[in-house]
């Protein structure tokens, strides 16, 4: 490895942010969706759910800050298609630096513009009456979880990024992991469905990954879901980034 690896990436890292502090619509339109979401689902359908619970903000809460991060992770690999067609990948082959800090700054910074959706997000939630007792360290595994969540996604968005072919094919790959939410434990409970529909909610990652920060912040006990959760995560971001590197070498080839 480059032993520059970490400064090089440092260097992208601040190029990429700088993109997204003179165009700050970026994170608006990330979190405009997950808000009309959120607003339509408490006060015009939160009446008719039955979730189980008085506050149906807390239930919902979990699922709508993994849409937020679907929905930001599509930037990713739109930014990273523009760099490939503008060349400047090309520029930066010639350059010495490590080459894949370049697509690490572009994943380090969906990783802080994410957080900074997510935490907008969680400020409205509290507007609209969200709580939790949670304590610090239950805070800290939440943000754990979003982050390594975050992380898998974006890798997947990189690989996006390299393959496309047009702008709206690099961005297209998100919108059935933003729909993923939709059939899972994220607005209602998985009991409720049809049994075809309840079998795919209950075996696929979105829905462990909510239980478990459903869990944290009303201070429950997670068991094994919090295990299966960070096994998805860790599974998805594993398998994305070896895929990633392996169309990045074909693209620099």
Not at 111 to 118: D, L, P, Q, Y
Not at 121 to 148: D, E, K, P
Not at 181 to 202: D, G, H, K, Q
Not at 213 to 223: E, H
């Amino acid at each position: 490895m480059n032993t520059h690896f970490f400064g090089d990436m440092s260097v992208m890292l601040g190029r990429s942010m700088r993109h997204i502090t003179r165009s700050p619509d970026t994170i608006i339109t990330t979190t405009i969706m997950p808000i009309a979401f959120m607003l339509l689902f408490v006060y015009v359908f939160g009446g008719a759910i039955q979730a189980g619970t008085d506050n149906y903000v807390n239930y919902l809460l979990p699922g709508i800050l993994l849409i937020t991060i679907a929905s930001g992770i599509s930037y990713t690999a739109y930014r990273l298609f523009l760099d490939m067609q503008s060349g400047i990948f090309e520029r930066f082959q010639s350059m010495p630096i490590a080459r894949s800090s370049v697509l690490w700054g572009h994943v380090l910074t969906s990783v802080e513009s994410n957080g900074i959706s997510v935490v907008v997000i969680v400020g409205v939630a509290l507007l609209m009456g969200f709580r939790s007792s949670a304590g610090v360290l239950a805070w800290l595994a939440v943000a754990g979880i979003l982050v390594l969540f975050t992380l898998a996604l974006t890798w997947i968005a990189v690989i996006a990024g390299l393959s496309a072919k047009t702008t709206d094919g690099a961005v297209a790959f998100s919108y059935p992991i933003i729909f993923l939410p939709f059939v899972s434990s994220a607005f209602v409970p998985t009991e409720s469905m049809p049994a075809p529909v309840r079998a795919f909610a209950e075996n696929q990652p979105v829905t462990s990954i909510v239980n478990t920060i459903r869990a944290l912040l009303g201070q429950q006990s997670v068991g094994r879901e919090m295990w299966i959760a960070i096994a998805w995560c860790a599974g998805i971001l594993v398998v994305a980034y070896a895929l990633a590197m392996v169309a990045y070498r074909r693209k620099i080839a």
